[in-house]
């Protein structure tokens, strides 16, 4: 059976900046019969360093994936490790809302016992600091980690490799060594052109959170599952027109 998956990235980006994100899923990573659209949101945050860009990336993305199950796609993907207004549109969409940072976290958890959080710099942080609080997975945590670097969110990592993944290497070994981390989550989809490097280069498994969150939306589209409608109920009196007035409105 075939499927559509529209992927919301959480910042307002030019077709330069969705082809970056698009090279997460590379061919064959799913179904032949899958189509998956990459779409950015029309306005709001710059960075995600800051509790109000996060406040705006919860706005945004839910304007963006609103409409999804009316288009007639199967499912969302959330494109940010903040897991940005996944519980909203949960309690608005009955088809699968699938986000990084719970598929990451968990598949981390059943790979190993404690594991690390590798990013670019450590405005992040408050980002993994409420999913993770959400998602009770502190225990499982060995550590958070930053290389202090400003992330460029349109091109990410492309042309910044020899200084970047040595920099991300440095930081996922101290995690190993130095904290007790036996599992490495790239604490950003937009880190994606790092994994491979990393992968070859540690001794432990590397989490690529993108990729994991789409093969994670395949296996919930395959087995015929979706999210509890009592853990996330339909609101009774829905007002989905605010969420595009705030996103026009900017």
């Known amino acids: 059976m075939s499927h559509r998956i529209k992927v919301i990235i959480p910042i307002p980006v030019d077709a330069a900046g969705v082809a970056a994100r698009q090279a997460q899923l590379p061919?064959?990573?799913?179904?032949?019969?899958?189509e998956v659209v990459f779409e950015a949101v029309k306005a709001g945050a710059a960075l995600g360093d800051s509790f109000h860009d996060a406040l705006l990336m919860d706005?945004?993305?839910?304007?963006?994936?609103?409409?999804?199950?009316?288009?007639?796609?199967?499912?969302?993907?959330?494109?940010?490790?903040?897991?940005?207004?996944?519980?909203?549109?949960?309690?608005?969409?009955?088809?699968?809302?699938?986000?990084?940072?719970?598929?990451?976290?968990?598949?981390?958890?059943?790979l190993g016992k404690k594991f690390g959080i590798v990013t670019m710099w450590d405005e992040w942080f408050p980002l993994y600091d409420k999913t993770l609080t959400e998602y009770r997975m502190w225990d499982r945590l060995a550590c958070m980690r930053s290389i202090k670097t400003r992330p460029d969110l349109s091109e990410l990592l492309a042309?910044?490799?020899?200084?970047?993944?040595?920099?991300?290497?440095?930081?996922?070994?101290?995690?190993?060594?130095?904290d007790g981390a036996d599992t490495i989550i790239l604490g950003s989809t937009t880190m994606h052109q790092s994994h491979a490097f990393l992968a070859e280069r540690l001794p432990v498994p590397v989490v690529n959170p993108g990729q994991v969150t789409f093969k994670t939306c395949q296996m919930m589209l395959e087995l015929g599952l979706t999210h509890s409608k009592k853990a996330y109920p339909a609101p009774e009196k829905p007002n989905f027109e605010v969420y595009h007035q705030i996103v026009k409105g900017g």
């Open 159 to 178: 042309g910044k490799e020899e200084v970047v993944f040595n920099k991300l290497l440095e930081e996922s070994q101290k995690a190993i060594t130095e």
């Open 27 to 34: 061919e064959g990573l799913l179904p032949p019969d899958y």
């Open 59 to 110: 706005v945004s993305v839910v304007e963006a994936a609103l409409t999804a199950e009316k288009e007639g796609y199967s499912a969302v993907c959330i494109d940010t490790m903040s897991d940005s207004g996944i519980n909203a549109l949960r309690s608005c969409l009955n088809i699968p809302v699938v986000a990084p940072g719970a598929s990451s976290f968990y598949m981390a958890a059943n």
